[in-house]
């Protein structure tokens, strides 16, 4: 095992998505407007190549959140990395205007986040999986300066150390199964399902259902309807039908940088209304035009005289049967718990995400991690775990925080202004940390010339 270089970094980043890509930009953006020391950052991601929701890059999908709400404008309105600056550089700011829309396309976000992807790749090491965050060895926590950062090659297996003096976790969402039910090249999660569709023959798709009742399933069945005309498409809804995002003005405000404060700062009873009135603007909810396509279509069925898009509402999926390439699904019905079978070729589960525990990446040093009375890690508000004396180095966690920092833990909207805090608490401690070395030295100079 090697070391990667003799530097200790300030900051390693675990994972390399928009919210850590973020991170980068405002700390490089410190570099350039300081002339202090810059704040020196490495990050490691597991996938080859930078990407983001690439299986979820469907035809004509737009973005849910402003074009404004980018990696940058809201810490820095005037940042060169903003989604206006990158309209610039590929010369279609006026044709963007004249379009009239806050929201682009899933496609034209995703080639922005590339595009400001590509001033910073040089601190980025791709293929690279972090096993183990850990003190040096045989120095107790208590004593560590640094941390020692265990990464793995995910070709080779060759691991190697990378020291730093804070991390911030961003390992992104955990795809969400239901018990019971694995994956495999004809069951699908919805991440994987732009890379497992075209694998398949489309002419051998007769039926296919998607199970779920949020944006990303109701997305995957237009997809399936308009891309497979031949096919029989089934939706599996928990509820009757698909419910519409609330998207108005006074709605979005829970996702305004300041909605953070008053959910960190705010009562049991504060934080538990947020979640019972707001979980509307994101959860299992679905954009109203999407919602109206889809019963446009069904209705235009109607008309005609046949059918091939069915949406089975109030309806679980108990079990799944693989047998060759054969998928029996069985569905219970919530009206009257009866048992129907239902035969397809493919079966997309868009059943959300979890936040990961970050537990297993921190091993024995997770016993420093102070956690509440429910058992989950507290967190500071500038996103920095909560530790015992004995830990100095700083783990910031970049989503799992929806406990204590609310809806947009990890989502887009605040990714600017989040990024933007953990970068400030950063480099405001360890100038805390300089200037108390400072005085250290200073006390230990006025003792020698007594």
């Known amino acids: 095992m090697g070391t990667f270089g003799h530097e200790i970094y300030d900051v390693v980043g675990i994972g390399f998505g928009p919210s850590n890509l973020s991170l980068a930009i405002a700390l490089e953006?410190?570099?350039?407007?300081?002339?202090?020391?810059?704040?020196?950052?490495?990050?490691?991601?597991?996938?080859?190549?930078?990407?983001?929701?690439?299986?979820?890059?469907?035809p004509s999908t737009t973005m849910q959140i402003s074009f404004l709400k980018d990696l940058a404008t809201f810490r820095n309105p005037v940042s060169r990395f903003g989604f206006i600056s990158y309209l610039h550089a590929s010369g279609r700011l006026a044709q963007f205007v004249n379009a009239q829309d806050f929201f682009p396309t899933r496609q034209e976000f995703h080639q922005y986040l590339e595009w400001a992807e590509s001033s910073v790749t040089d601190r980025v090491t791709y293929g690279s999986a972090v096993t183990s965050i850990r003190p040096p060895q045989g120095t107790p926590a208590r004593d560590a300066k640094h941390l020692e950062i265990e990464v793995e090659d995910v070709v080779s297996g060759a691991t190697r150390l990378v020291k730093a003096r804070n991390v911030t976790v961003s390992t992104g969402l955990v795809p969400r199964m239901p018990q019971g039910i694995e994956r495999d090249e004809r069951v699908w999660h919805s991440s994987e399902f732009l890379e497992k569709f075209h694998r398949m023959d489309a002419a051998g798709l007769g039926s296919v259902a998607v199970v779920g009742a949020g944006q990303s399933a109701a997305e995957i069945t237009r997809f399936l309807y308009d891309t497979l005309p031949h096919a029989r498409v089934s939706a599996i809804l928990p509820a009757y039908g698909y419910s519409v995002a609330d998207d108005t003005p006074f709605a979005n405000q829970v996702f305004d940088p300041g909605a953070v404060d008053e959910y960190y700062f705010g009562t049991d009873r504060a934080r538990e209304a947020f979640w019972r009135y707001h979980r509307n603007t994101n959860y299992s909810v679905v954009d109203d035009e999407v919602i109206r396509d889809l019963y446009r279509r069904s209705y235009e069925e109607e008309v005609r005289g046949g059918r091939r898009l069915y949406f089975r509402n109030l309806t679980r999926v108990d079990q799944v049967k693989r047998s060759g390439d054969e998928t029996r699904v069985f569905l219970r019905s919530l009206l009257d718990d009866g048992v129907r079978e239902l035969d397809v070729d493919a079966l997309v589960f868009a059943t959300g995400y979890d936040s990961p525990e970050p537990s297993g990446l921190l091993g024995d040093l997770d016993r420093y991690c102070l956690r509440d009375e429910a058992g989950r890690h507290r967190v500071g508000r500038d996103y920095r775990l909560v530790t015992s004396p004995e830990l100095s180095c700083g783990i910031y966690l970049q989503g799992g925080t929806e406990h204590t920092h609310g809806l947009t833990s990890s989502l887009l909207s605040n990714i600017a202004i989040r990024s933007g805090e953990i970068a400030d608490s950063v480099i405001r401690r360890r100038v805390e940390h300089e200037l108390e070395l400072e005085r250290k030295a200073a006390l230990e100079v006025a003792r020698e010339t007594r």
């Open 29 to 58: 953006e410190h570099r350039a407007n300081e002339s202090a020391r810059p704040v020196t950052a490495a990050f490691f991601e597991r996938q080859p190549a930078f990407g983001w929701h690439r299986n979820m890059l469907l």
